[in-house]
């Protein structure tokens, strides 16, 4: 039975880069291999609506960047997939409702991936508000704001870079965001 876990991430720097340095800490396994996709998780959802016979596995071992890091496996090799995405509210193609189709699709690791969002990227999990309470740290999402340019204005230079992180930032990180889950 194959033990391995797929990461499918939208870019191929920050996430990887995140992933990375959590599994100096937490992650212990070599189980987790991991892959960029390089554009919208609306692209893969349509090469794979348009293509019955296409799996999630197979598009993403035939994209160029991924060509050395999946180039031995298959996918009988994973027994989950993974997909990390941006919310990308400002693209053209992009709306709540296609999104909601999207979380639907996406809905099982084990079949053609579970999706997760980053909203509004993934630069969010360094954003915190000044006084720590996330109740008004409010952006938009749907107009192209430049989201990473407001994070790192206004982080904390201790965690402007996810390489620095230590076990202790994450768990302060990690705590940090739970309370958001009190406020919503």
């Known amino acids: ?51 019955e016979d296409l799996d999630t596995f197979t598009l993403l071992r035939e994209r160029k960047q991924n060509e050395e890091s999946l180039k031995k496996y298959n996918t009988s090799n994973f027994a989950e997939i993974y997909l990390f995405f941006d919310y990308d509210g400002h693209d053209p193609i992009a709306s709540d409702e296609k999104l909601e189709k999207l979380l639907n699709f996406f809905d099982e690791e084990t079949e053609k991936g579970k999706l997760y969002i980053s909203y509004p990227m993934i630069e969010s999990l360094k954003h915190f508000p000044q006084r720590g309470c996330f109740k008004n740290l409010k952006v938009k999402c749907k107009e192209n704001i430049q989201y990473k340019k407001i ?13 620095s992180y230590n076990k202790n930032t994450w768990k302060w990180i990690i705590r940090e965001h739970l309370k958001k889950e009190i406020i919503l």
């Open 1 to 51: 039975m194959a033990k391995n876990i797929l990461f499918v991430f939208e870019g191929e720097k920050t996430e990887a880069s995140i992933v990375k340095n959590l599994r100096k800490f937490f992650i212990k396994e070599n189980t987790i291999i991991t892959c960029a996709f390089c554009s919208t998780i609306y692209q893969i959802y349509k090469e794979i609506k348009e293509d």
């Open 151 to 163: 994070v790192n204005a206004n982080c904390s230079r201790k965690i402007i870079d996810f390489n």
